[in-house]
């Protein structure tokens, strides 16, 4: 059978293009080398920070505000929470550059931030410890999202809605031919007209010339009691320490608080490489600079899990058509600040898909920027 969209990679954009475009009214064939969600990603680890004043750069803001009008849509056909409006604290020195950019991207587009200097940080929440010269900027209307809960309810969607779904099944090639795209798999070949590449860590063995380094890279829960969740306002947050470290973090769910760094990690290769958290020297104590520094608080480790990033060398995600595949679309790169962004990616790529345009500028994304250029 001939589809008008297929999905290469089902997690958590391509669950999202698998459902919009099928409501759209296209046949779409969504593929996945697992059954997501699933471990093998990015995806996987419960909940993912949302935030709106986005020290990433400013020209996110109207993307992330479109994916949160989409996830308040997506809440309706799903009895468990998919966000949480916990709120964001963004923890830094004064002379952050990151938060430097959250107070920018606030005040461009009227987000309500507030403030707080090291003393009013400390009054409000008095279980968060900082230096004098450090600032919080407090999002109100940020918060958690539910990931896998996210991306269960898309795939369910789509199947609800006729959608074909391939899954266990990894694609070993694409090629184009006769005005369309086909996709090679174990289970045969398949064809469309358009196509949408989001295969996440490992999308470089369908396309080498992209510039996405994997990076492995592990979060874990802490012992938290009571003052550290959401019963007692206690909110999500980003700190960045001293020495250029850069956390994330949620409140805690049954007295454990998630929190994971950033950068850092270890770049891989292979998938085997990416190692269950506890092989790795350093896994389990690699949050201790903010919990000593910023949540004294917290006790021990309890769990972790391990992930990948797929990094571009800017950080910056990867919105294009592939080189010399027009009908081709490539999402990946999104250097592990992408989950946010599932949903008006997703609907992005069903724009794509039915030929229309997006109406956001995807210029800082296009694989011909500077900095990826740079390191073709």
């Not at 999308?203 to 996405?212: A, E, F, G, N, S």
């Amino acid at each position: 059978m001939e589809y008008d969209f297929i999905v290469v990679g089902s997690g958590s954009v391509g669950a999202a293009a698998g459902y919009y475009a099928t409501r759209a009214g296209l046949r779409v064939l969504m593929i996945d080398a697992a059954h997501p969600p699933h471990k093998q990603g990015s995806h996987h680890g419960t909940t993912r920070l949302m935030r709106h004043a986005y020290g990433e750069g400013e020209y996110y803001v109207p993307l992330v505000l479109r994916a949160q009008q989409l996830w308040r849509e997506l809440q309706a056909h799903c009895s468990e929470p998919v966000f949480d409006k916990t709120g964001v604290l963004n923890l830094g020195p004064a002379d952050s550059s990151f938060l430097a950019t959250v107070a920018h991207s606030a005040s461009r587009w009227s987000l309500p931030l507030e403030r707080l200097d090291a003393a009013q940080l400390r009054q409000r929440w008095g279980q968060i410890s900082v230096p004098d010269n450090y600032i919080g900027l407090y999002e109100p209307d940020a918060g958690v999202l539910y990931s896998e809960k996210a991306v269960e309810t898309w795939i369910r969607l789509a199947r609800e809605a006729g959608c074909a779904q391939l899954f266990n099944c990894p694609v070993s090639a694409i090629n184009t031919g006769d005005g369309g795209v086909a996709v090679t798999t174990p289970e045969g070949e398949y064809r469309a007209r358009k196509l949408l590449l989001s295969a996440g860590t490992w999308v470089k063995t369908l396309y080498p010339r992209l510039p996405v380094t994997p990076v492995r890279k592990v979060f874990a829960w802490y012992q938290g009691d009571g003052r550290f969740a959401t019963t007692n306002h206690f909110p999500a947050f980003t700190a960045e320490l001293p020495d250029g470290s850069q956390f994330y973090g949620f409140p805690a769910e049954n007295d454990a608080l998630k929190t994971g760094k950033h950068n850092g990690g270890q770049v891989i290769s292979r998938p085997e490489q990416r190692v269950p958290f506890g092989q790795h020297p350093g896994d389990g104590a690699e949050a201790f600079p903010l919990l000593r520094q910023i949540l004294p608080g917290i006790g021990g480790c309890l769990f972790g899990e391990a992930c990948t990033y797929d990094n571009t060398p800017d950080g910056n995600f990867i919105v294009d058509t592939l080189p010399g595949i027009p009908e081709a679309m490539v999402i990946t790169g999104l250097s592990g600040h992408g989950f946010k962004f599932a949903s008006v990616l997703g609907e992005i790529a069903c724009q794509f898909a039915c030929g229309q345009p997006s109406g956001f500028d995807l210029a800082p994304f296009r694989l011909d920027r500077p900095a990826l250029r740079a390191a073709c």
